[in-house]
């Protein structure tokens, strides 16, 4: 069964300060990995994608992640942090089921939070 | 437009009652699905529909009964439910095709069971 673990389940930087979120992937197969963002009593919001191609992924809002097979990871960086980034981050993994659906399984989430 | 609708955002229900959250989505996505979530915790699956039949079930408990009346609504029957049912419901869906396409998801229903 494919597995993601999240590195962390807190993280606090500076506005301004580089954003690195860790996870790393267990997966027989090639994965298929998203990172996903939830503020505060609302749903999840797609952040970014891996599938197949550039390793080097960009996302909306800044944020960006490298599929590293030889590392099995696929964590989440942003440059600059903003106090608007303050939230739950999901990593994901997903593996294909009967029909025209997928399954996905997440990580344990990373709570970012950002300071003056 | 990737937008996904739940309602009601809220609900309030005794243990004796019958309601129904709602999810509709208009992405000719023909994969639907149902999560729960606890606080502090990811997203647990509970249904899957896939061209509105019900492809998984996670040993969800039958006071939790999906019905999938089209392709862009999903409805999620509660009845008799447990003060431990209180949580965020996510709706989600998906377009058709492999694992590699991105689940889109709502913003959640927030139910309390008393």
């Known amino acids: 069964a494919q597995s993601v673990t999240q590195l962390g389940s807190h993280v606090s930087v500076s506005e301004g300060a580089l954003v690195l979120l860790r996870c790393n992937y267990s997966?027989?197969?090639?994965?298929?990995l998203f990172w996903y963002v939830q503020y505060p009593n609302q749903g999840l919001q797609l952040l970014l994608k891996?599938?197949?191609?550039?390793?080097l992924v960009k996302g909306i809002n800044g944020f960006e992640a490298e599929f590293k097979k030889s590392e099995t990871s696929f964590h989440l960086t942003k440059p600059s942090a903003h106090m608007s980034d303050a939230a739950e981050y999901f990593c994901?993994?997903?593996?294909?089921?009967?029909?025209?659906?997928?399954?996905?399984?997440f990580g344990t989430g990373t709570r970012l939070q950002v300071t003056l | 437009d990737t937008e996904v609708t739940q309602t009601p955002k809220h609900l309030v229900m005794g243990m004796t009652n019958k309601k129904s959250l709602k999810c509709e989505q208009h992405?000719?996505?023909?994969?639907m699905y149902w999560y729960k979530q606890k606080a502090k915790k990811p997203p647990e699956l509970m249904f899957v529909?896939?061209?509105?039949?019900?492809?998984i079930n996670e040993s969800v408990p039958s006071r939790f009964s999906p019905e999938c009346p089209n392709s862009s609504l999903l409805n999620l029957h509660l009845h008799a439910l447990q003060p431990e049912d209180s949580a965020l419901y996510l709706c989600?869906?998906?377009?058709?095709?492999?694992?590699?396409?991105?689940?889109?998801f709502g913003p959640g229903t927030r139910l309390t069971v008393l």
């Open positions: 989600a869906s998906s377009q058709k095709g492999t694992s590699q396409v991105a689940q889109y």
């Open positions: 997966s027989s197969v090639p994965p298929y």
């Open positions: 891996y599938t197949t191609g550039a390793t």
């Open positions: 994901a993994v997903s593996e294909g089921v009967t029909g025209s659906a997928s399954k996905l399984t």
């Open positions: 992405m000719g996505h023909r994969a």
């Open positions: 529909y896939s061209y509105e039949k019900l492809s």
